[in-house]
């Protein structure tokens, strides 16, 4: 290991910049905690910068596995104590692991919506939504049904807080991800390849069912407080709804995303299928 200290003061300055890079407040980087959550991180190639690790846990089978692969990788490893390390957790109940990476930065410059129809599912536009915890869920559902990328808006929260990459479980390792993005803007860039937006919206006039999905380059949802209110009104965007029983008038937002999302995929297979 790079260094054997036990750190057990949280006074400690790396620990200070631990709960400063945990509470958001210094947006270059992010901070990763959970053995499944890190090995993700590791996996799919975060920059990282350093490692903690609760003393008491560093024999556990697969945090074992993680102190090697930092140490072959040459990242800086830090042993806390257990109080130290409940310090910079996020959790109730710490599983004695975890690390600081750089932010994944996405430019909407690089963003080239040509793809977008080589893709299962259209990419998503998260507008206000500030549910740390829905947020990293429709990313997840977004990732699992194969969407070209996420974007969120400002007035959004993190979308690499601790809380939304717990409820993302991974899936912010492998989509991409941009963050405080204009609408306007975004949708200059699908109309140019000549495809359409949509948005769900309790009022729609057609279901979510009816949408022919083969056109569809971004889809957006808003938060299930304001829901599109603030959105440009001249924007050309089809509106959906989707159909509930039993006199439930709406979803929770991840849920209504991933019934969306599936059912692009759902269509855009069926036609692919039959060409």
């Not at 200070?16 to 890190?38: M, P, S």
């Not at 963003?111 to 915890?133: H, M, Q």
């Not at 809380?163 to 899936?171: D, E, P, S, T, V």
């Amino acid at each position: 290991m790079q260094t054997k200290e036990v750190i057990t003061s949280r006074s400690n300055s790396r620990l200070k910049f631990a709960r400063k890079v945990r509470e958001g407040l210094d947006k270059n980087f992010i901070f990763v905690e959970g053995q499944r959550l890190v090995n993700e991180a590791l996996r799919f190639g975060l920059e990282v910068s350093a490692l903690f690790v609760d003393i008491e846990s560093k024999d556990k089978e697969g945090i074992k596995e993680i102190i090697q692969r930092a140490e072959n990788n040459g990242f800086f490893i830090n042993l806390l104590s257990k109080q130290a390390f409940q310090s910079i957790s996020d959790t109730v109940k710490p599983q004695g692991v975890a690390i600081i990476g750089k932010r994944p930065v996405f430019s909407i410059e690089t963003f080239g919506s040509k793809d977008l129809i080589t893709t299962p599912v259209p990419a998503i536009y998260l507008f206000e939504i500030n549910n740390p915890s829905n947020l990293g869920a429709i990313i997840r559902a977004a990732a699992a049904a194969g969407a070209a990328a996420v974007f969120t808006s400002a007035g959004s929260c993190d979308s690499f807080s601790p809380k939304a990459l717990r409820a993302g479980m991974g899936a912010h390792f492998r989509i991409p991800i941009f963050e405080n993005v204009g609408i306007d803007e975004l949708s200059r860039k699908i109309s140019q390849d000549k495809m359409q937006i949509a948005a769900a919206d309790a009022k729609g006039e057609q279901s979510y069912l009816q949408i022919d999905w083969r056109k569809i380059g971004l889809v957006i949802f808003g938060s299930e407080a304001f829901g599109l209110e603030k959105i440009n009104k001249s924007l050309n965007i089809e509106k959906f709804r989707i159909e509930m029983e039993n006199d439930i008038e709406s979803l929770n937002l991840a849920v209504a995303a991933g019934v969306v999302l599936f059912e692009a995929k759902n269509k855009r297979q069926i036609n692919s299928n039959k060409k």
